[in-house]
């Protein structure tokens, strides 16, 4: 039983993390909006003490904030703060790209290619969830080829901070830019042109630096 309990409390707190995490993304729980553990814990069946761990977690990594004794509340999205994340998890696919493109299988270029296929599809069906999941799923590819552990929990830290962004803004009808630049990094993965590829996924992000830029709801 003593090797059980940890994982049972990991467990819970990273199903707790996750839900809350989502539910910010998705605007479930807008910004703005005052959360309390205890009316989480009871909508999620946990108990208050992994949310708290989910609070704290979500707190360190800017989705929400929080004044002791006070409140826990979700963050505005402020185009600064995705901007500077877009410009580390940017970095860190380039970084993976570089080291990923000379590692890759066919089955793992089959898996991109199905995710770009679902991605478009998502995309015309105006689906904006399974389009974000599908785009992660193409480049996540890349990140677990690389085998850069540094490098996907930066990923995994400051994505759901761009992600919120982009759901409003492809929720509001924004256009999704994404789809082409896909095929052309999966074109150059295939042929092992590591530097178009490392290019392409600069550009795909260069792509998001401007989405934040043509924000109207601009929170800077």
Known sequence: MEAIRPVGRTLL??????????????GEIEPGAVVRDAD???????????????????????LLESKPQSFTRVTPVVAADVRDAAAV???????????AVPRLTAADLDVMRAANDRF????????????????????????????NRAAAATVA??????????????????NC????LHERLIAA???????????????????LADLVDEDPADDD
């Open 13 to 26: 707190r990273d199903r707790a993390y996750e839900a809350i995490r989502d539910a910010i993304v998705a």
């Open 177 to 180: 830019r994404s789809a082409g």
């Open 189 to 207: 993965c295939a042929s092992g042109d590591t530097a178009t590829a490392v290019d392409v996924t600069a550009e795909i992000w260069r792509s």
């Open 40 to 62: 989480l814990a009871e909508r999620l069946g946990l108990s208050r003490a992994p949310v708290r761990e989910a609070f704290s977690r979500l707190v360190d990594e800017g």
């Open 157 to 174: 830290r400051y994505t759901p901070l761009i992600r919120r962004l982009e759901r409003r803004r492809f929720g509001e009808g924004g």
């Open 120 to 147: 478009a599809a998502a995309v015309t069906a105006g689906e904006v969830d399974l389009a974000l999941r599908a785009d992660d799923e193409v480049h996540d590819v890349l990140v677990r080829v690389s085998g």
């Open 89 to 99: 998890v940017g970095a860190m696919h380039e970084l993976v790209t570089r080291v």
